[in-house]
């Protein structure tokens, strides 16, 4: 029986699992968006979160504690000098997931996994939303699309008239 084994073993073994997270979360900080499976991606949201929350307090303990489990000084340093500074202000929830929908292949569920503040297209995109939704319709709105079919079919009406003195 299973009871009280919470996390997801991923099919592996948990020195692969150690790995392959490891690994994962080296790719994302560098990289700052990956994509894998869901669960992989649920996986690596709980073994990441918390090494950034570590890395906002900057003291060889910390950098010494994030760098036994990510193995790479460059990925330490990054995640220390830019991303801790973007994230210092951020009480949690560094990272999201997108679902993209099922892989050829093997149907296995596929998502992104992002660092939250990095990704300025999603930032825009929520701002031009919200600008953009009204519950009525616009005068000016309704006035361009009434104007805009008489527009062309008068092009449409000087064109043939032009073209036959041409003919001529």
Excluded: W
Aim: hydrophobic content about 35%.
């Amino acid at each position: 029986m299973r009871h009280n084994k919470k996390f997801n073993h991923l099919g592996r073994t948990a020195s692969h699992r150690k790995a392959m997270l490891s690994n994962m979360a080296i790719s994302l900080i560098k990289h700052k968006r990956i994509t894998t499976t869901l669960a992989k991606a649920k996986a690596l949201k709980k073994y990441v979160e918390p090494l950034i929350t570590k890395s906002k307090n900057d003291t060889t303990n910390s950098r010494r504690v994030v760098f036994s489990y990510l193995q790479d000084k460059y990925a330490v340093t990054e995640l220390f000098k830019e991303i801790s500074v973007k994230v210092a202000d951020r009480p949690g929830g560094y990272t999201r997931i997108i679902k993209l929908g099922n892989r050829l292949g093997d149907n296995a569920e596929m998502c992104f996994i992002e660092l939250v503040d990095y990704d300025e297209n999603m930032a825009k995109d929520k701002v031009a939303k919200k600008a953009t939704r009204t519950r009525r319709s616009s005068k000016k709105g309704a006035a361009a699309a009434t104007e805009a079919p008489a527009a062309n079919t008068e092009a449409a009406a000087e064109t043939p008239a032009e073209e036959a003195p041409k003919a001529e």
